[in-house]
């Protein structure tokens, strides 16, 4: 009965152990799944980590070309300010120039002026007195020649035997200035032309002079 009862212990020991092991397999076989899970998790969290890496890639490549393309448009900008300084400075040499040349041009021009200035008085000295000489030398040759310039008083004598006569009255030569045209007056009581009988006509007859050209 001991034996017996003894198998029978060992019967549900033996069976409280095979529950046991089933117990243990189901949870292995749960670990499993929960160690898969937890790899799917790892892999999903490792991709997304993947990703974000990516983005951050691309993010430091965009962010990178951008740097590049505002430092190129910067270095383009300083270029062209430096192009645009050299020019100012090209110009200022450029005016300096310019401006020398406009002194040195005026002082020439000064000491031209000046040296006009004493060779125009020089010239008017000698004009004066080639004008003065000539003047005297005109006096001479018609105080010689008993010549009249005016102011001259020209009178007529016998106007009445001149008209009854109805003959040409002519004065003496004279010269309108020193130097000048030699002429005489010529007086017609009676008048002549379309004046005939009603006017008297008065004509400045032109002679050769002594200052006439040959």
């Known amino acids: 009965l001991q034996a017996f009862r003894d198998g029978d212990l060992v019967k549900q020991q033996g069976e409280e152990l095979k529950v046991q092991r089933n117990q243990i397999k189901q949870q292995g076989e749960q670990v499993k799944k929960d160690r898969a899970q937890v790899k799917q998790q790892g892999d999903q969290v490792k991709k997304h980590e993947e990703h974000i890496n990516q983005l951050q890639e691309v993010r430091a490549y965009q962010d990178g070309k951008q740097i590049k393309q505002q430092a190129d448009q910067t270095k383009q900008q300083v270029d062209q300010i430096k192009q645009e300084v050299d020019q100012f400075k090209q110009q200022g ?19 031209h002026i000046k040296h006009q200035g004493v060779q125009m008085r020089e010239d008017r000295t000698l004009i004066k007195q080639q004008m003065k000489q000539k ?10 020649n008993k010549l009249f310039v005016p102011p001259i008083d020209v009178a007529m004598e016998d106007f009445g035997g001149h008209k009854k006569a109805d003959s040409t009255w002519y004065s003496h030569p004279f010269y309108s200035h020193l130097g000048g045209y030699k002429m005489l007056l010529a007086v017609y009581p009676n008048g002549i032309g379309e004046g005939k009988g009603t006017h008297v006509s008065v004509f400045a007859h032109l002679m050769k002079g002594e200052f006439d050209d040959d």
């Open 93 to 111: 040499d450029q005016i300096k120039k310019q401006v020398d040349q406009i002194r040195i041009d005026k002082a020439l021009m000064k000491d």
């Open 135 to 144: 003047d005297d030398e005109i006096k001479a040759v018609m105080k010689l």
